[in-house]
């Protein structure tokens, strides 16, 4: 594991880099806005993928990397996450993706990164009780192949406030999850297992998606 050091306009960023060997394609994530780059679902693709080919690297924004607890504006964001692409330099086809405000940022800046793909991890539709406030537009925004992880119980939008067949996005439903994509002790699978889910799932969809590119 690399860990490095990302200047940008806002301050330094934290670029955690997980190597493959021979990479088919490099996985740049981002995180939300009221955690870090250890939230489970992250921690799981950087110590499921690197085994299979695909290079993880973690961004950590300025802001959580200064200690504050409140992120900064959604530009502020999208400047980091270029920043850490700049500096990833990856050899290896893009993936661009994060998780709740990573996953907007993410949808954001695929476009102008190259990227051949965007993993939305937990997208917030909206915000809590508020679906009139859609997002929906930054997520179509990727213009690129998009899977989009979601839980069933995700307060922040449901898989099934989703519009269906939506062009170039697939799916992944994590059964009784929530926005953290935890599952309750009484649930079919665990969260683990759930998360385990989440990484094969992304692994073949990322090899499909590169090999498509």
Same mark, same amino acid.
């Given at each position: 594991?690399?860990?490095?050091?990302?200047?940008?306009?806002?301050?330094?960023?934290?670029?955690?880099?997980?190597?493959?060997?021979?990479?088919?394609?490099?996985?740049?994530?981002?995180?939300?806005?009221?955690?870090?780059?250890?939230?489970?679902?992250?921690?799981?693709?950087?110590?499921?993928?690197?085994?299979?080919?695909?290079?993880?690297?973690?961004?950590?924004?300025?802001?959580?990397?200064?200690?504050?607890?409140?992120?900064?504006?959604?530009?502020?964001?999208?400047?980091?996450?270029?920043? %850490? #692409?700049?500096? @990833? +330099?990856? $050899?290896? *086809? /893009?993936?661009?993706? !994060? =998780?709740?405000?990573?996953? &907007?940022?993410?949808?954001?800046?695929?476009?102008?990164?190259? %990227? #051949?793909?965007? @993993? +939305?991890? $937990?997208? *917030? /539709?909206?915000?809590? !009780? =508020?679906?009139?406030?859609? &997002?929906?537009?930054?997520?179509?925004?990727?213009?690129?192949?998009?899977?989009?992880?979601?839980?069933?119980?995700?307060?922040?939008?449901?898989? !099934?406030?989703?519009?269906?067949?939506?062009?170039?996005?697939?799916?992944?439903?994590?059964?009784?999850?929530?926005?953290?994509?935890?599952?309750?002790?009484?649930?079919?699978?665990?969260?683990?297992?759930?998360?385990?889910?989440?990484?094969?799932?992304?692994?073949?969809?990322?090899?499909?998606?590169?090999?498509?590119?």
């Amino acid at each position: 594991m690399n860990d490095t050091r990302v200047s940008t306009p806002f301050g330094n960023g934290r670029l955690v880099l997980d190597q493959a060997t021979d990479a088919v394609a490099t996985l740049l994530l981002s995180h939300g806005a009221g955690n870090g780059i250890d939230t489970a679902d992250l921690l799981a693709l950087a110590a499921g993928l690197p085994a299979h080919g695909i290079t993880v690297a973690r961004f950590e924004q300025p802001w959580k990397v200064a200690g504050r607890r409140v992120a900064t504006a959604p530009p502020t964001l999208d400047v980091g996450l270029r920043a %850490a #692409a700049f500096a @990833l +330099a990856a $050899a290896s *086809p /893009l993936v661009v993706g !994060g =998780r709740s405000a990573g996953a &907007r940022s993410a949808a954001r800046c695929a476009p102008s990164l190259g %990227a #051949a793909g965007c @993993l +939305a991890l $937990a997208f *917030p /539709l909206h915000p809590p !009780g =508020r679906p009139e406030k859609s &997002r929906l537009g930054e997520l179509m925004s990727a213009s690129v192949p998009t899977l989009l992880v979601q839980g069933e119980r995700d307060t922040m939008g449901r898989p !099934g406030e989703f519009p269906a067949d939506l062009p170039g996005v697939e799916l992944l439903v994590v059964a009784d999850g929530d926005h953290s994509l935890r599952v309750p002790a009484r649930a079919a699978l665990s969260t683990a297992q759930a998360l385990d889910e989440v990484v094969a799932t992304v692994l073949t969809w990322i090899r499909r998606t590169v090999g498509n590119h």
